[in-house]
């Protein structure tokens, strides 16, 4: 008896999900989560074998939730479910420590193969990127590292200075204090170990995943 936990913000895709892992050989227990703050919830509350992940759902932000996910619980295998399919992307997903990904694209049996696989503890990603994938790159992974000790609303801020917004519209945005922001800018700074708005631009372009959008970040 396996417990998975499909963690993503559409219901639809979830009952999809649902139905696929019906065909796997594997006795299955499914929990669902929509948001971040619920994953985590639900992670903590229960003994889950293998998280299904989708990276955009509200509060993970990119690749902050997988960072986040993986800095907490180190020992429970994830995959990524995502609507993106990029090697560049899959590349990044692996190197911070996901154990497979699976396009939204990828039919039922698919899933089933690739959730008994990881089961089994070995990585699954689609046959047409398996050789695509770049190997291990510890610069990305100490990156991701540091990116760990972030809280969500300094990833936030990171996001929004990433758009260009300055202090004053940060605020505007989150609904909070100019003085706050930039105490969050102030934590962030450290924690990342730089001092200038640039830095924290380019070290947030390398965990984007998509182009800027700023509804991504305020999930």
């Not at 899933?111 to 790159?137: H, Q, R, Y």
Request: hydrophobic share 45%; net charge negative.
């Amino acid at each position: 008896m396996f417990t998975l936990l499909i963690a993503d913000d559409h219901p639809l895709y979830r009952d999809a999900l649902r139905f696929a892992l019906n065909l796997s050989e594997h006795q299955l227990t499914i929990l669902e989560a929509s948001d971040l703050t619920q994953t985590l919830d639900t992670i903590q509350k229960n003994e889950v074998d293998l998280l299904l992940l989708d990276l955009h759902m509200p509060g993970s932000n990119d690749l902050f939730g997988l960072i986040h996910i993986r800095k907490l619980y180190p020992e429970l295998p994830v995959a990524v479910v995502s609507g993106l399919e990029d090697k560049n992307i899959v590349s990044k997903v692996i190197n911070t420590g996901a154990m497979g990904f699976i396009p939204k694209t990828t039919g039922s049996e698919d899933i089933a193969n690739a959730v008994e696989t990881i089961l089994d503890g070995d990585t699954w990603v689609p046959k047409s990127l398996v050789n695509e994938i770049d190997e291990m790159d510890s610069e990305f992974a100490a990156l991701a590292d540091k990116v760990s000790s972030l809280t969500n609303a300094q990833y936030k801020v990171l996001c929004f200075m990433r758009d260009g917004l300055l202090n004053k519209q940060i605020g505007f945005e989150l609904d909070i204090a100019e003085a706050t922001v930039k105490a969050h800018v102030t934590a962030l700074f450290k924690k990342l170990g730089i001092n200038n708005r640039t830095q924290a631009v380019l070290i947030a372009s390398q965990l984007e995943l998509t182009p800027p959008s700023p509804e991504l970040c305020q999930k």
